[in-house]
């Protein structure tokens, strides 16, 4: 089992992100060696899932917000990314064999382990019953997914293609229920919010303090390296 290479970056536009994403998927195929590439986002975007219809979120709307719109390679529902780490984990697929389900609950391993160390009682969500209608990937978990509290708090997505397994997950440190609201139930941004406010958490309620987002991916590059069997490299550190 090859190496795993680490990347920390900083705050790029959602654009640059999924573009970069990419090409490291590139990488791994061409070269076989798995990347954990950490980064946060430059400007308030709300990611689309590879199967969504972009037609339920109008770009002039978003953009009198001040949020960007892009697309995921990753599958999912739509994810407004903020205050957050997020993490994308990219592996041949030889290298982690089995299905969706199996490979999720296998890449949570070193999630929950990492949350844990940030003093967060956090478990893995069952069965979530049939899919709801919401476009909101944190209205409602899916198996194997991260909860605190009975709350998600981790939203995760994957894609393969071509031998190469890509996970994202947006850790938020914060949430700010009232703007995913206005984005999701224009009409009545209120209630939607003191409903989302039941479903979904952050790191800093979890936690019951603010952690840095280095104290974050501190955590979860440890957690990752012990999980690949302590074969791992840091090859940039330009976290902000």
């Given at each position: ?12 536009s959602g654009r ?7 090409a ?7 070269d076989?060696?798995?990347r954990?590439r ?47 780490v ?18 999720y ?11 844990r ?58 949430l ?65």
């Open positions: 089992m090859a190496e795993l290479l680490i990347l920390r970056e900083g705050d790029r640059y992100n999924m573009a970069r994403d990419l490291l998927a590139d990488l791994v195929r061409s076989g060696q798995p954990l950490l980064y946060g986002w430059s400007r308030p975007t709300l990611s689309l899932g590879y199967g969504q219809n972009p037609d339920a979120f109008s770009p002039d709307l978003l953009g009198e917000m001040g949020v960007d719109l892009v697309r995921r390679p990753t599958g999912g529902k739509a994810v407004l990314h903020q205050d957050e997020t993490y994308a984990f990219i592996v041949p697929t030889e290298d982690l064999p089995g299905d969706v389900r199996s490979t609950l296998e890449i949570a391993r070193p999630l929950l382990a990492a949350l160390s940030l003093g967060a009682d956090v478990g893995l969500a069952g069965d979530p019953g049939q899919p709801g209608r919401d476009e909101n990937c944190f209205q409602q978990p899916s198996w194997y997914e991260i909860e605190a509290g009975g709350r998600k708090l981790l939203g995760s997505a994957q894609v393969r293609h071509l031998g190469v397994l890509l996970q994202h997950g947006a850790l938020p440190l914060s700010d229920y009232g703007l995913w609201a206005r984005i999701f139930a224009p009409r009545d941004p209120e209630r939607y919010a003191e409903a989302m406010r039941r479903r979904a958490t952050d790191l800093g309620q979890a936690t019951g303090r603010e952690p840095s987002r280095r104290e974050v991916r501190d955590a979860l590059v440890r957690a990752f390296s012990a999980w690949w069997a302590g074969r791992s490299k840091e090859v940039s550190d330009i976290a902000r």
